[in-house]
T-cell receptor
Framework: GNSVTQMEGPVTLSEEAFLTINCTYT??????LFWYVQYPGEGLQLLLK?????DKGSNKGFEATYRKETTSFHLEKGSVQVSDSAVYFC????????????FGTGTRLTIIP | EAQVTQNPRYLITVTGKKLTVTCSQN?????MSWYRQDPGLGLRQIYY???????DKGDVPEGYKVSRKEKRNFPLILESPSPNQTSLYFC?????????????FGPGTRLLVL
């Protein structure tokens, strides 16, 4: 079955540091890949997505590239801000007919000033 | 404003007392789904609905029921809640044009079953 593995948290960084959150996946066929973000006390919001190999998703300074050869979709940001503190979920969707998202366990990110 | 709403946001109940968590979306989405979020497990799908009167089980359906009588509403029913259903629940909706489409999540319902 499908699965998503993302790096364990929590992750604590100083403001303006470089961020990488690793995500690898196992899936049949050609999944779409997503990063969702959950700010404190809120629901999940789509951060970015990629629907085919070599696509790069980007939003709010975050980027992730769909790497089929390494089955990865790592999240990166060049300079993090305190406002980026949140829980980040990597997810995939590949069940045509049930657009179920298969999530990783989430990575809690804290940015200190 | 396009949104998914859930009620209640917080609920404390006792074992065996039936409860319903409502979910409503105003985006005319055909697809709706319920997830539960537990520490160390991420989000897991409970039930989903492809359209009105069309529902099916997700990965963890035991102890839950759903209905889809109207396009905008997708309530989650716990007929006899147990402590292992203590969790954070999210409703989601999205368009039906195959996978890859964005899903929109509600703010969550935190449930404690004593």
């Amino acid at each position: 079955g499908n699965s998503v593995t993302q790096m364990e948290g929590p992750v604590t960084l100083s403001e303006e540091a470089f961020l990488t959150i690793n995500c690898t996946y196992t899936a049949t066929g050609y999944p779409s890949l997503f990063w969702y973000v959950q700010y404190p006390g809120e629901g999940l919001q789509l951060l970015l997505k990629a629907t085919k190999a070599d696509d790069k998703g980007s939003n709010k300074g975050f980027e992730a590239t769909y790497r089929k050869e390494t089955t990865s979709f790592h999240l990166e940001k060049g300079s993090v801000q305190v406002s980026d503190s949140a829980v980040y979920f990597c997810a995939l969707s590949s069940d045509f007919g049930n657009e179920k998202l298969t999530f990783g366990t989430g990575t809690r990110l804290t940015i200190i000033p | 404003e396009a949104q998914v709403t859930q009620n209640p946001r917080y609920l404390i109940t006792v074992t065996g007392k039936k409860l319903t968590v409502t979910c409503s979306q105003n985006m005319n989405h055909e697809y709706m789904s319920w997830y539960r979020q537990d520490p160390g497990l991420g989000l897991r799908q409970i039930y989903y609905s492809m359209n009105v009167e069309v529902t099916d089980k997700g990965d963890v359906p035991e102890g839950y029921k759903v209905s889809r009588k109207e396009k905008r509403n997708f309530p989650l029913i716990l007929e006899s809640p147990s402590p292992n259903q203590t969790s954070l629940y999210f409703c989601a909706s999205g368009p039906p044009q195959g996978f890859g489409e964005t899903q929109y999540f509600g703010p969550g319902t935190r449930l404690l079953v004593l």
